[in-house]
């Protein structure tokens, strides 16, 4: 063979080798796994995309929400609001209805007013405020004989009323010092100016409801601090 035929099977014999890429351009487009020196066939792992861990996209000017937020953060929000939209609207209620009532029959004012986290209620006029004798009336139809000689101006008839789902009060009693009984108690505004008032024993659909209005009594008309017990 001549040198040029010779020189002609040499290039031939690279060509194949020179169509693939060097070495070290084969491991920079690959990662090995770390199991690769271990005795273990290496595996071949995707490259993260580019921009994880860059700034997250903005859109309109702001800022797209951070990973956790989201659903989740609207869901706490969401019971954020619900919770200081049910205080506000039992505080709302509370000082609606805290204020002096007429009773349905005409024959008395009830004061209602917060004791504690609840609602309370006592007389504070009579139209009648004594006896044939002229003696102020009593409890006397108490089922306690201890409690039986308490005025009746300035007594408690309400009593535990918490606010309800309904924007009402329930949860507590009312006394009803003409037959000296108690019975369960539910109050709910009727409107600006009236109160439905409903006293049950165990069964609401059973009870009986009266409405009272609201009555602005006269700071000179109401029973003595003294005589309420």
């Known amino acids: 063979m001549t040198k040029i035929g010779c020189l002609r099977g040499r290039v031939a014999s690279l060509l194949p080798m020179a169509r693939k890429p060097p070495l070290r351009l084969a491991l920079r487009a690959i990662h090995l796994s770390p199991a690769f020196g271990r005795g273990e066939e290496p595996r071949l792992q995707r490259r993260r995309p580019s921009n994880l861990g860059s700034s997250p996209p903005q859109t309109g000017g702001e800022m797209a929400p951070r990973s956790g937020d989201g659903e989740g953060g609207f869901v706490r929000c969401a019971v954020a609001l619900a919770s200081l939209l049910l205080l506000t609207t039992a505080a709302s209620a509370q000082t609606d209805i805290a204020t002096t009532w007429l009773t349905h029959d005409g024959q008395g004012v009830v004061e209602i007013?917060?004791?504690?986290?609840?609602?309370?209620?006592r007389i504070v006029w009579l139209k009648t405020p004594t006896d044939d004798k002229g003696a102020a009336l009593t409890d006397e139809n108490n089922p306690s004989p201890k409690l039986r000689k308490r005025p009746i101006c300035g007594l408690a008839v309400l009593s535990g009323?918490?606010?309800?789902?309904?924007?009402?009060?329930?949860?507590?009693?009312?006394?009803?010092?003409?037959?000296?009984?108690?019975?369960?108690?539910?109050?709910?505004?009727?409107?600006?100016?009236?109160?439905?008032?409903?006293?049950?024993?165990?069964?609401?659909?059973?009870?009986?409801?009266?409405?009272?209005?609201?009555?602005?009594?006269?700071?000179?008309?109401?029973?003595?601090?003294?005589?309420?017990?």
Do not use: M, N
């Open 161 to 229: 009323l918490s606010p309800d789902k309904s924007g009402g009060w329930d949860g507590g009693k009312i006394y009803d010092p003409e037959e000296g009984d108690t019975y369960d108690a539910t109050l709910k505004l009727a409107g600006p100016d009236r109160l439905t008032v409903t006293g049950y024993l165990g069964v609401k659909a059973l009870g009986q409801t009266f409405t009272w209005k609201r009555y602005a009594l006269p700071a000179g008309q109401r029973c003595s601090t003294a005589a309420q017990q």
């Open 113 to 121: 007013a917060p004791c504690g986290a609840k609602l309370c209620g």
